[in-house]
């Protein structure tokens, strides 16, 4: 999951693959509030629902991207 399939985490610098996960997290963050942002304008309580699951999704997204993120750099801190 870290790394493209066929490819070893040896051949890609780590700088590399956390430059990528940072711009991950900016996307998904970004996601993140133009949802949040549709949601505040939702009257309809079913836009409203449907709006707080893809927001749900996309929180957990971001998390998910975060931990990764952390995972990189502790690898990158012990030289990996």
Known sequence: RDVPQGVGR??????RLLREAEKQMV?????????????????????MTRRGGELAAAQAALDEAEEHW??????AESGG
């Open 10 to 15: 040896k051949s890609v610098p780590i700088g």
């Open 70 to 75: 952390l995972s990189l750099a502790e690898e």
């Open 27 to 47: 996307r998904l963050q970004r996601q993140r509030d133009r949802i949040t942002e549709t949601l505040t304008g939702a009257v309809d309580p079913q836009e």
